[in-house]
């Protein structure tokens, strides 16, 4: 069946590091890819979508772009703030339900 | 309304208790989710309705477990027999028609005790 793999965190960096969160995917067909990101107290929010391959979803100073060929939507940044500090699920959508990854905690040192 | 509103927001029983979840979905939006999070773990589906097709039930973890989707809208999530490996964040999310992006609720904090 479908799935998601995500990198194990915590991942921890500081102010204005360049992050890198890698997610990949088996899916049959062409699902959607998303990045939801959960913050500290919060509800599970929609960070950024790509709905085909080559599209580049961003949002937030975040990008993810849909890799057919490695089967990958890595979720990179160029400069994380403390206010990036979440957990962070990388997930894909077929024709029903949306299957998510096991989330990766990223704390950010001022 | 102008997400997707989950009650109760915290809910705590005692082991072999019923409880019922319930989840408001965003008006018009077709597809409505269940999934659970267990403290530190990922989110993990438990049932899926699309319109008036029979629900998608296969992430249900027991037959302690069920829900229902009354005049395509409102849903309830009824736990059995709680027990306490049922403590977990259940939440709720609804997208417009199958292949809408997914709106997720604040979910509700279940502890059972």
């Known amino acids: 069946g479908d799935s998601v793999t995500q990198m194990e965190g915590p991942v921890t960096l500081s102010e204005e590091a360049f992050l890198t969160i890698n997610c990949t995917y088996t899916?049959?067909?062409?699902?959607?890819l998303f990045w939801y990101v959960q913050y500290p107290g919060e509800g599970l929010q929609l960070l950024l979508k790509a709905t085909k391959a080559d599209d580049k979803g961003s949002n937030k100073g975040f990008e993810a772009t849909y890799r057919k060929e490695t089967t990958s939507f890595h979720l990179e940044k160029g400069s994380v703030q403390v206010s990036d500090s979440a957990v962070y699920f990388c997930a894909l959508k077929g024709d029903d339900k949306i299957i998510f990854g096991k989330g990766t905690r990223l704390h950010i040192l001022p | 309304g102008a997400g997707v509103s989950q009650s109760p927001s915290n809910k705590v029983t005692e082991k072999g208790k019923d409880v019922e979840l319930r989840c408001d979905p965003i008006s018009g939006h077709t597809a409505l989710y269940w999934y659970r999070q267990s403290l530190g773990q990922g989110l993990e589906f438990l049932i899926y309705?699309?319109?008036?097709?029979?629900?998608?039930k296969s992430g249900l973890p027991s037959d302690r477990f069920s829900a229902e989707r009354t005049g395509g809208s409102v849903s309830t999530l009824t736990i059995q027999r709680t027990q306490q490996e049922d403590s977990a964040v259940y939440l709720c999310a609804s997208s417009q028609d199958r292949g809408g992006t997914i709106y997720f609720g604040e979910g509700s904090w279940l502890t059972v005790v």
């Open positions: 899916a049959t067909g062409y699902p959607s």
């Open positions: 309705f699309q319109g008036n097709s029979a629900p998608d």
